[in-house]
Antibody, heavy 120, light 107 residues
Framework: DVHLAQSRAEVKKPGESLTISCKASGFDFPNFWVGWVRQRPGEGLEWMGLVFPADPESRYNPSFEGRVTISADKSTATAYLMWDSLEASDSGFYYC?????????????WGQGTQLNVSS | DIQMTQSPSTLSASVGDRVTITCRASQNIYDWVAWYQQKPGLAPKLLIYKASNLETGVPSRFSGSGSGTEFTLTINSLQSDDFASYYCQQYDSYAYTFGPGTKVDIK
C-alpha cells in the first residue's frame, strides 16, 4: 500500500528553526518527485516546492525560495521541509505530496498533513 | 506566473443534482489541469488529471473537460459524500498553482 506518513504537529516561537518529515512507503521513492503544499487556516492550497531524491534536484515556488529548504534522504525514503527562522505567517497545515509519474502534472498521493503553529 | 480563478466560490446543491465548477487560467495551459476534492480536516484527494482523465478509484460521476484557458469539473448525480471543497490546479514547467477553491454545500 502506498503511503506518505508525516511527522506530528508542532508549536514553535518566531525565530526558531524547524524540520518536519514525510516517510514514504510502498513505492520507488528515489524516482518520484516529492514535495510540499501549504494550506493556511481557512485558505487555499499553495505549492511550495519539489525534490527528486535520486539526484537530488529541487524546484521551488519563487514565493518560498530562500524561506524554506526541501530535501530528501533516499536511504530512508524520507522527505524534509526545513525552516531556519520561523515567522507567525508560517502557521498552517503542511502536506507532503507525490508528483504523478505520468506527465508530472498532478499530485496523486498526499500525506495526512502536519499542523504548524508559530506564536510568541 | 499563471493565475487560476474558480467559479462559483460557493455552490449550494441537493443530492442528485448535476454540479459544474469552472476554472480559468490566465494563459494557455493546454490540458495541464488537475482537480482535487478536500473534506474538512483531511488532505486533498486527486480526482482528475490532464483535464479529463479520471484518477483510479474515483467514481465515474466525476468528469473533467476543457483545454486552453477554460476548464470544468462536473459531478453527475451529486451524492452526500461529495459535499466538500474542490480545487483546480495548473502545471507549467515544474510550477504549480491552485485555484482558490469552490465549496459545495447542502442546499
Amino acid at each position: 500500500d502506498v503511503h506518505l506518513a508525516q511527522s506530528r504537529a508542532e508549536v514553535k516561537k518566531p525565530g526558531e528553526s524547524l524540520t518536519i518529515s514525510c516517510k514514504a512507503s510502498g513505492f520507488d521513492f528515489p524516482n518520484f518527485w516529492v514535495g510540499w503544499v501549504r494550506q493556511r487556516p481557512g485558505e487555499g492550497l499553495e505549492w511550495m516546492g519539489l525534490v527528486f531524491p535520486a539526484d537530488p534536484e529541487s524546484r521551488y515556488n519563487p514565493s518560498f525560495e530562500g524561506r524554506v529548504t526541501i530535501s530528501a534522504d533516499k536511504s530512508t525514503a524520507t522527505a524534509y521541509l526545513m525552516w531556519d527562522s520561523l515567522e507567525a505567517s508560517d502557521s498552517g497545515f503542511y502536506y507532503c505530496v507525490r508528483l504523478a509519474s505520468v506527465g508530472h502534472s498532478a499530485f496523486d498521493l498526499w500525506g495526512q498533513g502536519t499542523q504548524l503553529n508559530v506564536s510568541s | 506566473d499563471i493565475q487560476m480563478t474558480q467559479s462559483p466560490s460557493t455552490l449550494s446543491a441537493s443530492v442528485g443534482d448535476r454540479v459544474t465548477i469552472t476554472c480559468r487560467a490566465s494563459q494557455n495551459i493546454y490540458d495541464w489541469v488537475a482537480w482535487y476534492q478536500q473534506k474538512p480536516g483531511l488532505a486533498p484527494k486527486l480526482l482528475i488529471y490532464k483535464a479529463s482523465n479520471l484518477e483510479t478509484g474515483v467514481p465515474s460521476r466525476f468528469s473533467g473537460s476543457g483545454s486552453g484557458t477554460e476548464f470544468t469539473l462536473t459531478i453527475n448525480s451529486l451524492q452526500s459524500d461529495d459535499f466538500a471543497s474542490y480545487y483546480c490546479q495548473q502545471y507549467d514547467s515544474y510550477a504549480y498553482t491552485f485555484g482558490p477553491g469552490t465549496k459545495v454545500d447542502i442546499k
